[in-house]
C-alpha cells in the first residue's frame, strides 16, 4: 500500500510563491536498508478547471530533471529521499497556474491534490 500526500496549496496573489510537498508512505517505503522511494520516478501534474491533467515536471530516479513549458524558469522540482518527500518549488505565479495540482510516482501512485488559486 502506498500514499501520497500532498499539501502547500492555497490562494496566492499573481506574482507570488508557493511551495508543495508530496510525502509518500506505506509498506513500499519501509525498507530498512534504506528509502525505496529514490527508486521512483516523481511527477508533478495539474488539472484547471474544464481542462486534462498536464505533467508539469519529473525527476527521474537517475535524477534528470524536465519542465513544461509552462513551468520552465518558474517552477523548482525536488525530492528529499530520506523523507519520502518531493516538492514543486513555484514562484512569478499567474492566475494560469490556478489548478489543482498532483504528485504521482511513475504515473502508478497518486496522491489527492491540492489546490492552488492564483488572483489577479
Known amino acids: 500500500q502506498v500514499q501520497l500526500v500532498e499539501s502547500g496549496g492555497g490562494l496566492v496573489q499573481a506574482g507570488g510563491s508557493l511551495t508543495l510537498s508530496c510525502t509518500a508512505s506505506?509498506?513500499?517505503?519501509?525498507?530498512?536498508?534504506?528509502?525505496?522511494?529514490s527508486f521512483w520516478t516523481l511527477q508533478w501534474y495539474r488539472q484547471a478547471p474544464g481542462k486534462e491533467r498536464e505533467?508539469?515536471?519529473?525527476?527521474?530516479?537517475?535524477?534528470?530533471?524536465s519542465y513544461s513549458d509552462s513551468a520552465k524558469g518558474r517552477f523548482t522540482i525536488s525530492r528529499d529521499n530520506a523523507k519520502n518527500t518531493g516538492y514543486l518549488q513555484m514562484s512569478s505565479l499567474t492566475p494560469e497556474d490556478t489548478a489543482v495540482y498532483y504528485c504521482s510516482l511513475a504515473r502508478i501512485y497518486w496522491g489527492q491534490g491540492t489546490r492552488v488559486t492564483v488572483s489577479s
Open positions: 506505506g509498506s513500499a517505503f519501509s525498507n530498512p536498508l534504506g528509502s525505496a522511494f
Open positions: 505533467l508539469v515536471a519529473t525527476f527521474t530516479s537517475g535524477g534528470a530533471i
